[in-house]
């Protein structure tokens, strides 16, 4: 199958190098997605479909364009690629578009990255997927509480995709892999014409690593069920523990100003600042593409490069920013990778309970609601609800309040980082107390 | 604390209660192609169906694949073939050097049976790949055939963006000029810009949609976008605002006077970031600039709507309809038919005619937003709401263009009544809770009002509310209702859409302003 692929995006590099580009990168995709969605005991809607297409960056005479297309009957990609050539023949010269560096290509990782569940992604039919759906209901609603559920939507989804890329000096590979998916949406009725929803869902790249049904359908009502009654309270400053899933988007504004185009157009606060202390001791912060089963994982990046371990925070210090061969160019640095893999975090000792006992009094933050963060200055100001803590424990329910900061001085506030991290994602942060943040509320 | 919002994972994640809106972005709209990769030249001359039939496909295909459609007893089937051109060409540090291109082009087959949807796509354009998705999609019902396509007929519809020049026409050496001369004016009018970068966008989407019900509908929809971001230093402190420009028109709509007007904009925004100081934290009044602060009828307002939710029953409005939620002055439409606005749809992604919908009439509820499975389900006319992402989605209820209509009150009066609040701008982003009514929307740039005055800029805040609450609060309504220039995506059910809003100032109670200094 993917011996095809390759045949393709080798065929797509054939016809630039015939319309006179010097280099070419050409990758080719082949995707398959199945989906069961289930709505108060109906099938609401399926969907299955498998989509292919190629996309090629061209360097000709130092000029640089990138295209895709799904159009791949052959004389329509031989006229799209070789046009393409011809137009990027009238862009402005950029010396420092040049293919990677094929030293970048050498020693990479042979071995099976566990991405690809064969048998699982064989044995699903679409009455398992239905089953599997209802069977998500079922569990949402015979949870305690469920008789306040007006609705639950749930589905089940998995999909297959392989993938070839191929550099004209001197790289190919194939990548394949599958994954799994469960997800139940519940809302419930409170005070007067409130919903409040929540949901929980499961993903896996092996189908066996899903979390069972009934786990999933519970959580779902149980979130649900805790947005009954939230109120936002009075502005301050408070302690915090941010729940392990919503990690991601802490992070995001974070991760965004180490990209190398954040970098080179001065727009982001950690330029120039490798080597300095950004954020707690606690916080430890490796991008690592080779994990086992992980989310991000991946022999080579999107240029081909060889995937490697690379630090992000050491105890706090900046170490590397996310450099492909054009900015790590234009910066006159040497090039990492262009894109995030898995992240992985120190971790500490205690769960989520003995992180909020712990923390004693303050605010569990549970989800994340709209909100940005500007790469430029570090500012940031997002949406929560969550949860008011006395004693470490949860006394009453949060929203519409935000919680608002700059990188450059909040993350020194991390004061513990706990030993959970999030299995369904590809950063796999731990849950983290703040000793404190600042919060805006009634 | 993100950027990227629009990420189809995040989104199916965040679950169906869950929708967000960001301002245009690069990232968002997909990177487009060179105009000489077009589809095939018409065998004839006229209407989008002689386009299809460039690729093969022809009334009698369409007829063999709804037969196959409806063969296990649905009661609906359609068939929505789509071939998208896209360019964004683009400079940074000064050089045109970098031009993407992508050509989208496939079709999908729905079929209905009730309310539920059985949908597949192909990139195939061939009899056989068709009726393959039509065979998956007719999965959705489990029986014998009840329904039959009925003879197709074409049927016209308004064109309210009609342009001189399809972008297929248009070679990238005619936008050069263009961005050259917006990067010119940008650095002219500034001179603390360290950096500039412009991204010019161009999309030519041919469509065709075809019914069981003997329907068939085509449209060509145009965008012209326009990315300029500007990075400015002064004084150590550095400082960026981006801002688009979006409508349904050719390469015309990029005149002198208005990118300029643009490039100008955007280097004096830059300025004024300078003197910005840290918003304010707490709830207080805000008076909401005419303009791109549209952006919250859309959150709090257009998405709770949108019938899909209120079938489900998951919307804080599904009982409220006929009941006052708003005050005499607050009229909201939501809207396909204002010329070449970036939201604006001739016919809706099932073949509905584009209309005008009142959803709020002098604060009454009056209409959701239905597609054609919510129009059936609460027996009422469809509002031309049913809109797609591409041929990979089935259609679901979506806003166009979402405004409030002028009222009463004088602008400036409207600020003068405030005593200490803040006067919102220029926004980035938003999404709603669905069901609890909370939205957020994040504030780039405003001002502090004090004592009725505008006093110093502020920045950087998220925006939180209760929908229902907000709106009920809504006491003053300006006589100066904008159109906001650019418009937005929306993501809803894993889905992107073009969407336009328009709002005169308003003033609002019972926000809370996410700033730090409480």
Sequence with gaps: ??????????????????????????????????????????????????????????????????????????????????????????????????????????????????????????????????????????????????????????????????????????????????????????????????????????????????????????????????????????????????????????????????????????????????????????????????????????????????????????????????????????LGMKPTTGSQSNLLFTTGDEDLEGLLRSMGTGILITGLMGGNSNDTTGDFSVGIRGHWIENGKRVRPLSEMNMAGNHLESWKHLVEVGNDPWRYSAARAPSMRFDELTFSGA | MMRSLGRRGFLKWAGAGAAVITVPTIAGCRPGAFELCAGPKSKAAGGIAHYFEGFGIGSQVFDRVMAKGLSRGGDFCDIYLQHSVNHWTGMEDGQINRAYGSVDLGAGVRVLKGDATGFAYTEELTEQALLSAAETAAAVADGTPTARPQAIAAVKVKNYYPIRLPWAEVGVDRKLPIIEQINSAARNRNPNLVKVSIFLGDEGTHVLLVNSEGRMVEDYRPMATLWLTCVGMKNGRVETCSESLSAREDIHYFSTDRIVGHAHFVADTVEEMFSAVEAPAGEMPVVLAAGTSGILLHEAMGHPMEADFNRKGTSIYADRMGQRIACEHVTIIDDATNPHMRGSINVDDEGEPGQRTVLVENGILRSYLHDRISSKHYRVPPTGSGRRQSFRYPPVPRMRNTYMLAGPHDPAEVIASVKKGIYAETFANGQVNIGAGDFTFYLQKGHLIENGKLTRVIKDANLIGNGPKVLESIDLVGTDLTMFASGGTCGKDGQRVPVGFGLPTVRAGEISVGGRNA
């Design chain 1, 1 to 330: 199958m993917s011996r095809e692929l390759l045949q393709k995006a080798h065929d797509v590099i054939r016809i630039a190098k015939r319309a006179g580009a010097l280099g070419a990168r050409a990758s080719v995709y082949r995707n398959r997605n199945s989906e069961v969605e289930w709505l108060d005991g109906r099938l609401d809607r399926i969907r299955q479909s498998t989509s292919m297409g190629v996309s090629i960056s061209l360097f000709v005479d130092e000029r640089y364009s990138a295209h895709s297309t799904s159009d791949l009957r052959p004389d329509a990609l031989e006229s799209f690629v070789t046009d393409a050539v011809g137009m990027t023949r009238l862009l402005a010269a950029d010396p420092h578009r040049k293919l990677a560096d094929p030293a970048y290509y050498a020693n990479r990782f042979e071995g099976d990255l566990g991405l690809y569940d064969a048998p699982g992604a064989a044995s699903v039919t679409g009455i398992d997927r239905r089953r599997t759906a209802g069977a998500l209901e079922d569990s949402a609603r015979s949870a305690p509480g469920g008789e306040k559920i007006i609705t639950v939507n749930s589905s089940c989804s998995d999909s297959t995709y392989e993938t070839a890329l191929v550099n004209s000096n001197g790289m190919e590979g194939t990548a394949r892999g599958t994954s799994f998916f469960l997800f139940a949406d519940v809302t419930v009725r409170d005070q007067g014409d409130r919903r409040p929803s929540g949901y929980w869902y499961s993903v896996g790249l092996h189908r066996d690593n899903l979390e069972p049904v009934e786990v999933v359908g519970r959580k779902a009502t149980q979130r649900a069920l805790e947005g009954i009654g939230e109120q936002p309270m009075e502005s301050g400053t408070y302690a915090c523990v941010i729940e392990n899933r919503l990690a991601r988007r802490t992070l995001g504004g974070l991760l965004g100003a180490l990209s190398g185009n954040a970098i080179q157009q001065e727009r982001s606060f950690l330029a120039g600042k490798i080597g300095d202390e950004i954020a707690s001791p606690l916080f430890s912060l490796t991008d690592d593409p080779l994990v086992v089963g992980g989310f991000g994982s991946r022999a080579y990046d999107n240029e081909g490069m060889t995937a490697r371990k690379l630090p992000i925070f050491e105890k706090g210090v900046l170490r590397n920013y996310y450099l492909d061969t054009y900015y790590a160019s234009k």
